[in-house]
């Protein structure tokens, strides 16, 4: 076994066993984590507020998958900060997610979901 290297990876698309279509309990977890990420969010608002947010609000999502709920992190991240600057009367930043996971992963499944994504966002934004 030394020196074996083992890959694994989800399954691509958006077929019945891929991770667009299994990723159920997954979801389930980040909307349990939601109130800490929020309470990040706005500790980091708060401790910074003379500089935040700043023009571009960066974003990192090292482990992604190839599945909705990537999408589904950073569309809680921007409510967050939605609410944040609604609240404090601050301007909207732009923002970059930096997405990561292993090199067989098949990322067309979230390139493919980036428009509807952003009409979206641009609607809650209104």
Partial sequence: MAGEKILMHMNAGN????????????????????????????????????????SCFNMADLGCSSGPNTLFTVSNIIKIVQVLCHEKSCKMPEFQAYLNDLPDNDFNTIFKSIPSFHRRSQRSRR
């Fill in 15 to 54: 077929g019945e066993c891929s991770n667009a279509s299994s990723s159920t309990l997954q979801r389930e977890a980040i909307q349990e984590a939601k109130p800490v990420l929020e309470d990040a969010i706005k500790k980091m608002f708060n401790n910074i507020i003379g500089d935040f947010p700043k």
